[in-house]
């Protein structure tokens, strides 16, 4: 079991930055990759970014450029540095880990809004 407590959010005027963390607890020792996903309003759930227990990032293209995912694994936290944000980045932002034996788990989601 991965418990997950995201915080961070907030209301930001566009070309502002924001900084979301996730911190796990749990089962800690087995995760795989922790990521980032968004659900804006009337839209499906989509991926933001992701990173590897290797360190490995992938991002969505809609946010290359402008965020950047990092972990510090002493805090067992994983971070979303989000810079120069849009209006169509708000969202209902999600943190998620995967294990190595395959099990996922969600955080309860943070809101973002980015004003014009």
């Known amino acids: 079991q991965v418990q997950l407590v995201e915080s961070g959010g907030g209301l930001v005027q566009a070309g502002g930055s924001l900084r979301l963390s996730c911190a796990a607890s749990?089962?800690?020792?087995?995760?795989?990759?922790r990521g980032w996903y968004r659900r804006a309003p009337g839209k499906q759930r989509e991926l933001v970014a992701t990173?590897?227990?290797?360190?490995?990032?992938n991002y969505a293209d809609s946010v290359k450029g402008r965020f950047t995912i990092s972990r510090d694994n002493a805090k067992n936290t994983v971070y979303l540095q989000m810079n120069n944000l849009k209006p169509e980045d708000t969202a209902v932002y999600y943190c998620?880990?995967?294990?190595?034996?395959?099990?996922?788990?969600w955080g309860q989601g943070t809101q973002v809004t980015v004003s014009s």
């Open positions: 749990g089962s800690i020792f087995s995760i795989n990759t």
């Open positions: 990173i590897t227990s290797g360190g490995s990032t």
């Open positions: 998620k880990v995967v294990l190595s034996v395959g099990a996922w788990y």
